[in-house]
Each structure stands twice: as structure tokens, then as C-alpha cells.
């Protein structure tokens, strides 16, 4: 089910000496700083079997990103995200001492971005070729070993993803979307909605719940706000002093400060589901807000991945901690169909074009904004869009 052969012809998979048609990529070349994020012209690639070939409309930026390009999967790490992101070379190198941290080695160079709303331009001999011209979303969590297993491959870690004019895909990942949306807003989506909402679906939240949302004007934090609410659920959002109105006006039922004290605001067994992708020094307290048999589900760590756990609060509690990264088998289908019944909607920081990369990374890294900044590529010339029909 890999799409791609991340592991072999790595030092010629980018190579334009002969002559064939390109597009413009932004191609990482190693753990480092943004000097390792370099926008060229790439060769297109090709469907093969079982694959889609997809114009980026454009791509959403996420901590995953940032993570991969620093080292922060590196078990050698043990600070925020946010302390390496803007390291230069040799100290981020040092961080991840050669250690992708997560499946394997990271495949450098290889072309970034989890994100893609794009269009379906061609596809391998053996792919319905109906989808061609629709606007459509990509899964980027692949689970390669089947539903029964969780191994899981993502676009964008373990082989190529959407920081380019194009991007092919396993067509099972392919996902059609029918909306006034426009691409940038859709580009907000699979990321982060796909993680809050397997998230959701694995801790069980209904209706009535109590749900308690850390970093909730994020990505993942608004789209779990959103998300929790179309439940039923009654939500209480941990965000900064200054983003508090913006998470209120997402339907946020209770807003906290990011530095006040979560067990005074609360109150001790007062929550249902904790859904943290912060972590960091608030973890303890977390698990005092909780009730009874409550769950705590997490999918990240922006704070920091090194937690202090008092054992007690856990099995006197009878409390359930979920880790979430292999998306189950109904999460994006439940989410393309939210979109287009009009129960979500996005939350789009801002667009920029492909090139502007570093400064769009930076400006995520500052933290000072509201939902999601998305990238938008060049628009493919005629040229392009031949060699890829012909």
C-alpha cells in the first residue's frame, strides 16, 4: 500500500539534466534550519499503478513539518517544538544525532507538506480515470500494513508530499470534495481535522461530554473545538491571553488562559475527555481536572514530550491515556462529510505563495496567529499540464 520507494535512487530522484519537464518543489535536504528548505525546479513525477497524479491547489503547514526538518522525533530531544525550530544547522543536526525518531531514518531530500487540496490531472493504466478535473482532499495518514494493523506511512514523512505543483498518491487516498470552499480553506483540512477527529473517535466523546481542549486556537486545537462541539459536547479551551475572543468565537463554551491555573479555573473531576496536544508542565494538572474514567487523548506535544506522571492519579482514577497517530478506517470519510453537509468550517490564518516558505514557517513558529497558514503554488503552464496528459 507505500506509494512511493522512499529508499532507493534518493541522490537522482531530483535530478533535471535531462531535460525533462519540471515544477517548482521546495525539497528538504537534511535536519537543519530553513537553509534546508530549498525551492527548485524538480522533475514531475509519474502515476504508477494504483496512483493518481494531483495538481497542488494548495498545501496547509503543520508542526509536523517542522518537526521532521528539525529532529524533534528524535528520542535524543527532549524540549517543545518550538526550541529547535529556528536553530541553524550544526545545533539541530546535533538534536537529532541522524535519528528520524518516528518510523525510520526521515527519507532526505524529499519534498514536505501533509496538507494537499488539489486536482486530479492523471492517473496510473490501471485507475479509474472519472476523478480527473475534480477538486479533492488527500488522506496522508496510510495505514500500509491494512486496517487490522496499526503501522502507519505518512505523505510528506515517509515519502513525497505537497510543498510542489504536483504530488501522486495511492488513489485509495484520494478523497473527491464538494464545496464553495475555496482551496486555500480546503488546504486548512486533512491534517489537522483528520488527527482531531480520530482523536475524538477513539476517546468516545458524546454528547454531554466535558471536553477540555489545550492550544485551542492551533490547527488541531480549533479543528477539535469545532469538532467536539458537533458532537454535542461541552467544550472548555485552554488558549492564549490575546487569542481568547477568536476561541470564543468558535463556539468554545469556556475560554482559560494559557497561564492560569487549569485546577482553580476547574476544579478537580470535573472533565470528561482531555484532549492535549501540548503537554509540557501542564500534564499533571490535566489529570487532576479529570474524572472518574476519564480520557486523556494526545497526538503531539508542542511544550514539551517529557511529562512528570503521578502513577496515583492514573489507576486510583481509573483514568484511560490514548496515543492517536494511525487514523482509523472511518475518520476521513466522517470528515469530508462534515464538509459537505456544512457542519465545520475553516480556520484559515493566511496564504502565501510556495516560495515564501521560510517566512511562513517562521510566522507559525511565533505562534501569534489563529488557525492555519496555508501554501499556494505556481500555476502549472501549458506546457506542464502536456507532459502530464499526453
Avoid at 517543545?80 to 525510520?104: F, H, I, P, V
Avoid at 486496517?147 to 505543483?165: C, H, Y
Avoid at 475553516?346 to 496555508?374: H, M
Wanted: proline share 4%; aromatic share 6%.
Amino acid at each position: 500500500m507505500k506509494t512511493i520507494d522512499t529508499t532507493s535512487s534518493l541522490k537522482n530522484r531530483f535530478d533535471t539534466t535531462d531535460c525533462q519537464v519540471t515544477m517548482k518543489a521546495v525539497v528538504t535536504t537534511g535536519n537543519g534550519g530553513y537553509e534546508k528548505l530549498d525551492y527548485r525546479d524538480v522533475p514531475i513525477p509519474k502515476p504508477g499503478a494504483n496512483e493518481m497524479l494531483l495538481q497542488v491547489l494548495a498545501a496547509g503547514v503543520n508542526n509536523t513539518e517542522i518537526n521532521t526538518r528539525v529532529g524533534w522525533y528524535s528520542s535524543a530531544v527532549s524540549s517543545g517544538t518550538n526550541a529547535l525550530s529556528g536553530m541553524d544547522d550544526e545545533k539541530t543536526s546535533a538534536q537529532a544525532k541522524g535519528d528520524g525518531g518516528w518510523n525510520k531514518a526521515t527519507p532526505f531530500p524529499f519534498i514536505q507538506g501533509t496538507d494537499c487540496c488539489g486536482k486530479v490531472v492523471a492517473t496510473g493504466p490501471d485507475v479509474d480515470s472519472a476523478h480527473i478535473g475534480k477538486r479533492v482532499l488527500i488522506r496522508p495518514c496510510i495505514r500500509s500494513q491494512g486496517w487490522d494493523s496499526l503501522e502507519n506511512i505518512w505523505m510528506a514523512s515517509d515519502f513525497d508530499g505537497a510543498f510542489a505543483q504536483f504530488v501522486k498518491i495511492s488513489a485509495s487516498e484520494v478523497f473527491p470534495v464538494n464545496c464553495n470552499w475555496s482551496d486555500a480553506e480546503l488546504g486548512t483540512i486533512p491534517c489537522a481535522y483528520g488527527t482531531s477527529e480520530n482523536m475524538i473517535h477513539r476517546a468516545g466523546v458524546t454528547k454531554g461530554d466535558h471536553v477540555l481542549v489545550a492550544g485551542a486556537s492551533g490547527g488541531v486545537g480549533s479543528a477539535t473545538l469545532q469538532l467536539a462541539k458537533r458532537r454535542g459536547a461541552r467544550v472548555t479551551a485552554i488558549a492564549g491571553q490575546a487569542k481568547i475572543q477568536a476561541v470564543q468565537a468558535m463556539g468554545a463554551d469556556h475560554v482559560i488562559a494559557r497561564d492560569h491555573d487549569i485546577v482553580a479555573s476547574l476544579g478537580e473531576n470535573t472533565v470528561d475527555v482531555v484532549v492535549d496536544n501540548v503537554a509540557g508542565n501542564h500534564f499533571g494538572a490535566m489529570l487532576k481536572v479529570m474524572k472518574r474514567g476519564a480520557r486523556y487523548v494526545s497526538s503531539g506535544a508542542i511544550a514539551g514530550p517529557m511529562v512528570t506522571l503521578d502513577m496515583r492519579d492514573l489507576y486510583l482514577k481509573d483514568l484511560s491515556l490514548i496515543g492517536c497517530t494511525a487514523w482509523d478506517a472511518p475518520v476521513f470519510s466522517n470528515v469530508i462529510s462534515y464538509i459537505e453537509k456544512g457542519e465545520i468550517r475553516p480556520v484559515l490564518a493566511d496564504a502565501y505563495p510556495l516560495a515564501e516558505i521560510v517566512t511562513v514557517q517562521k510566522r507559525f513558529s511565533q505562534k501569534k496567529y489563529v488557525g492555519k497558514f496555508v501554501l499556494i503554488p505556481p500555476d502549472i503552464s501549458d506546457t506542464q499540464l502536456a507532459a502530464v496528459t499526453r
